[in-house]
């Protein structure tokens, strides 16, 4: 595989980018180009995007919240806060063709880094069951089935905390 080019996905690519996580979700479960346009606008540098030469292969990107679980209410209306202390991963999307490559990985730890240097305490999301082990190769933990029914789907919280002081453990 060629190189993968991380960084943050500009305004002109936000239709790009909801075409991708179309063709990755259900469109019960899939974001609207206003619930993108809404993360870009206050959730910036949380919107990573994957390229592979000028083709966006994927995207990851959430919210601030101080809800310490990702319900149906993080859909849709955001439940968020701009200064919340947790985070709430809303979309990991990698193009069909391209993935089992580690580009969702390499996306999902440039979220990780984006979250520490903001001081964010715990990532927060809910996957689909096949998707358990993913994460929990990247750290998070399974904390058990979600109360959402979002899109019909049976989906699983997980979360990951972070700045867990281990320099007063030395």
């Not at 919107?47 to 959430?62: E, K, P, Y």
């Not at 520490?116 to 715990?122: F, P």
């Not at 082990?133 to 905390?161: C, D």
Request: glycine residues 8%; charged residues 20%; hydrophobic residues 40%.
């Amino acid at each position: 595989m060629s190189k993968i080019e991380l960084r943050l996905i500009a305004a002109e690519e936000l239709e790009d980018a909801i075409s991708l996580e179309k063709s990755c979700y259900t469109p019960e479960a899939a974001a609207t180009l206003a619930g993108f346009q809404y993360r870009y606008e206050h959730y910036r540098p949380y919107f990573w995007s994957a390229w592979h030469g000028d083709q966006l292969v994927g995207i990851t990107n959430g919210i601030r919240t101080t809800q310490s679980a990702c319900g149906d209410e993080m859909k849709g209306v955001q439940a968020d806060s701009l200064e919340g202390s947790n985070f709430c991963v809303l979309t990991v999307a990698v193009d069909k063709g391209y993935r089992r490559q580690g580009i969702g990985a390499l996306l999902l730890r440039r979220l990780v880094k984006q979250c520490e240097e903001s001081g964010i305490d715990m990532i927060i999301l809910m996957c689909e069951q096949h998707l358990i082990p993913f994460y929990e190769a990247e750290q998070f933990e399974l904390q058990g089935v979600s109360s959402s029914t979002h899109g019909g789907i049976v989906w699983y919280e997980m979360s990951r905390a972070l700045h867990t002081m281990e320099h007063l453990t030395e």
